[in-house]
């Protein structure tokens, strides 16, 4: 049986895609397109922001009680 752990990272980008889109539907359609659609940290900081912190809390949540 696998642990959560395991599930969570076995399952970890199909989990960022919608949680993306659930932060996105407060956007209105044209900015999320845009948000969903270019990730340069230059063009889009907002989507990239969003998307690298999303990352980061997952990461975190991950490494608890792993020490």
């Not at 752990?5 to 199909?14: C, F, G, Q, S, Y």
């Not at 889109?21 to 990239?48: M, Q, T, V």
Request: hydrophobic share 35%.
């Amino acid at each position: 049986m696998k642990s959560f752990r395991d599930l969570v990272t076995e399952k970890r980008a199909l989990i960022l895609e919608q949680w993306f889109d659930r932060l996105l539907e407060d956007y209105p359609p044209e900015s999320r397109a845009f948000f969903r659609e270019n990730g340069s940290p230059y063009l889009n900081p907002i989507g990239y922001t969003l998307r690298k912190g999303m990352e980061g809390i997952l990461d975190e949540l991950l490494q608890e009680g792993e020490g």
